[in-house]
């Protein structure tokens, strides 16, 4: 590789005074630095540059070259993310030493990195061998199926079986979320599901905020077929409690949860509500200070009122059903909507088999943080019975 350098690199001038160097300028604010060259205040002649330019091309093309046995590694879709490519269609073998932009202008944070879905587990597990491959999701209070698309895409992409519910009145549901008048009523889709599962089938259920009081509720009817349950963000009861039991505990005048919630009265204002909406407005810092944009302008399209009468509704949980379950909780670390502190109350009051922690999540982490969420739920799948 020297000597390739030396062939292309120009050669030096003879007998040049010592050129007096400026000091580097400071950086840029979030600019790259990968190629940054220390500059002088001499201008450089452009055939200079080119054959520079050309010279290390080359070194590090040599230098792929022979690390690859004689073959090549292209760059595919990022430079940052390198990988072999298995097509070796004609099309793609002309531009193989190419080094493609990326086509994401999207800032990726380094606690959620942009990787590919083989990349983040374990390749020497294959989903076919576990317990059950088939998850169960089940959206939060106003939220609905459309809430998991990034999370049903990566786990069907890993290889496992997915369904996302649509509680009643939620999502695409016709039902009016006004007229819903118990827990059994609003779960009801979830129960019927797990109902009709074949004897002797399992699956993971993952309840996200109000979705861990629905998941509750059907593990005390459904133990043998349910693996593991996952409380993401979520209410999780003991018995007795209720959902509002659990929320309102260290709730304040300035809370933001109380400042976004809207009673709706269908029954007429002497009546007691019927339904909880969230102001718009509040939204993004309620529920989605750290997701991307795009997914709020989603949400704040999709969401649906919450129904009153569930949230109230004291529930009936047993050891030997809900408790022969086994129960994960993962923690969002950056939640305005249910905050660490209440998340821990709910932990300590009732200790799950595994806590785990989403580190820059908010109260929607299948927005903010996809990949990251999608690892934890693929490492739970793999924890083997005690």
């Keep these: 590789m020297g000597n390739l350098c030396a062939i292309l690199a120009p050669k030096p001038p003879l007998k040049k005074k010592p050129i007096k160097r400026l000091p580097n300028p400071p950086p840029v604010p979030n600019s790259s630095t990968r190629w940054t060259r220390i500059r002088s205040s001499r201008k450089q002649n452009p055939d200079d540059a080119l054959l520079q330019e050309q010279a290390l091309a080359a070194a590090i093309l040599f230098q792929q070259?022979?690390?690859?046995?004689?073959?090549?590694?292209?760059?595919?879709?990022?430079?940052?993310?390198?990988?072999?490519?298995?097509?070796?269609?004609?099309?793609?073998?002309?531009?193989?030493?190419?080094?493609?932009?990326?086509?994401?202008?999207?800032?990726?944070?380094?606690?959620?990195?942009?990787?590919?879905?083989?990349?983040?587990?374990?390749?020497?597990?294959?989903?076919?061998?576990?317990?059950?491959?088939?998850?169960?999701?089940?959206?939060?209070?106003?939220?609905?199926?459309?809430?998991?698309?990034?999370?049903?895409?990566?786990?069907?992409?890993?290889?496992?079986?997915?369904?996302?519910?649509?509680?009643?009145?939620?999502?695409?549901?016709?039902?009016d979320t006004n007229t819903i008048a118990s827990l059994s009523e609003y779960v009801k889709p979830l129960t019927d599901f797990l109902e009709k599962l074949p004897d002797g089938k399992k699956v993971i259920l993952v309840g996200h905020d109000f979705g861990g009081a629905c998941i509750s509720y059907a593990m005390e009817l459904f133990p043998s077929k349910v693996a593991k349950a996952i409380f993401l963000a979520a209410a999780m009861l003991k018995n007795g409690q209720s959902t509002l039991d659990t929320f309102s505990q260290q709730a304040t005048s300035d809370?933001?949860?109380?400042?976004?919630?809207?009673?709706?009265?269908?029954?007429?204002?002497?009546?007691?509500?019927?339904?909880?909406?969230?102001?718009?407005?509040?939204?993004?810092?309620?529920?989605?200070?750290?997701?991307?944009?795009?997914?709020?302008?989603?949400?704040?399209?999709?969401?649906?009122?919450?129904?009153?009468?569930?949230?109230?509704?004291?529930?009936?949980?047993?050891?030997?059903?809900?408790?022969?379950?086994?129960?994960?909780?993962i923690e969002t670390l950056e939640d305005n909507a249910i905050p660490v502190t209440v998340q821990e109350i709910m932990i300590n009051a009732s200790p799950p088999e595994q806590v785990l922690r989403l580190k820059g999540a908010d109260h929607s982490p299948f927005f903010s943080k996809p990949q990251a969420l999608h690892k934890l739920l693929v490492e739970i799948s793999k924890i083997s019975s005690p």
């Design 65 to 175: 070259h022979q690390q690859n046995g004689g073959g090549s590694m292209p760059f595919d879709r990022s430079t940052s993310l390198r990988y072999p490519n298995n097509n070796n269609s004609s099309s793609k073998k002309s531009n193989s030493n190419v080094l493609p932009r990326s086509s994401s202008t999207r800032a990726r944070s380094l606690t959620d990195p942009l990787l590919q879905p083989h990349q983040l587990v374990n390749q020497d597990v294959k989903v076919d061998d576990l317990e059950t491959n088939h998850f169960v999701l089940v959206h939060g209070g106003g939220f609905g199926a459309w809430c998991w698309y990034k999370t049903i895409a990566l786990l069907e992409e890993s290889g496992y079986k997915v369904n996302a519910i649509d509680l009643t009145g939620s999502g695409i549901h016709s039902s």
């Design 255 to 329: 809370d933001l949860m109380r400042q976004a919630q809207i009673f709706l009265y269908a029954n007429g204002n002497n009546q007691p509500p019927t339904a909880i909406d969230l102001d718009k407005s509040m939204l993004k810092d309620l529920l989605f200070n750290q997701s991307p944009s795009k997914d709020v302008a989603l949400a704040s399209v999709s969401m649906r009122p919450i129904p009153f009468a569930p949230v109230l509704e004291k529930v009936s949980l047993s050891d030997s059903k809900y408790g022969s379950v086994r129960r994960f909780y």
